[in-house]
């Protein structure tokens, strides 16, 4: 059972466009949502991040979109740019209790920024 | 630098033959996790340890064993048991009385069974 389902797989866009990336949740204990970016080779690192009390959070070119009650979040990136070329998950976790820092993660998404 | 190191970065197995990876960190992180990573796959939690002296199995655990014997190690042995032991590997460390679920990762060690 997939408790967190991302898509689309694969996303190429152009420099200075807009990067969409979705996923979908069903397990709604859930409360912390993280994006992490990874580089080929080298391990994830955390991009951004929302709980579900705030249905938007924005750093830099980066927005988090959440949708409680649809139990959906997406990542947009703005002005993608080539350095932007990387794969991102999304997850979620429990940051209490006997089940926090355990996250289920997304399949994952390559982004591939041309110039 | 504050951080998680794994150690060895590529590693190759003959099949039958039990191997382990090393996980250290000086974060001062109470949890530590291991996750395996494949192609086209997202993370799956393989052990975690949330203190020393505690670890409990994640959702892929058969054919791995962990200890916990110190707060700043947390190695994973991949044992000839597990089918198919080819995958990245990524160790990651929380900090358990921080106020967000943020993992902080290693660089990962890549095992190839020859």
């Known amino acids: 059972q997939q408790q967190v389902k991302q898509s689309p797989q694969s996303l190429i866009v152009q420099k200075g466009g807009i990067s969409i990336i979705n996923c979908a949740y069903e397990?709604?204990?859930?409360?912390?949502f993280p994006w992490y970016q990874q580089f080929p080779g080298k391990g994830p690192a955390l991009l951004i991040a929302i709980r579900p009390d705030v249905s938007e959070k924005k750093e830099g070119r980066f927005t988090i979109s959440f949708n409680k009650s649809a139990k959906q979040f997406s990542l947009h990136i703005m002005d993608s740019q080539p350095g932007d070329s990387a794969t991102y998950f999304c997850a979620a976790s429990f940051p209490y209790g006997t089940n926090a820092g355990k996250s289920t993660f997304g399949d994952g998404t390559t982004l591939t920024v041309k110039p | 630098d504050g951080g998680i190191t794994q150690s060895p970065k590529y590693l190759f197995r003959k099949e039958g033959q039990n191997v382990t990876l090393s996980c250290e960190q000086n974060?001062?992180?109470?949890?530590m996790y291991w996750y395996r990573q494949d192609p086209g796959q997202g993370l799956r939690l393989i052990y975690y340890s949330q203190i020393v002296n505690d670890f409990q199995k994640g959702d892929i655990a058969e054919g791995y064993s962990v200890s916990r014997e110190k707060k700043e190690s947390f190695p994973l042995t991949v044992t000839s048991a597990q089918k198919n032991p080819t995958a990245f590997y990524l160790c990651?460390?929380?900090?358990?009385?921080?106020?967000?679920?943020?993992?902080?990762f290693g660089e990962g060690s890549r095992l190839t069974v020859l």
């Open positions: 397990n709604t204990a859930f409360d912390y």
């Open positions: 990651a460390s929380r900090s358990r009385g921080g106020l967000t679920g943020e993992l902080f």
């Open positions: 974060l001062n992180h109470d949890a």
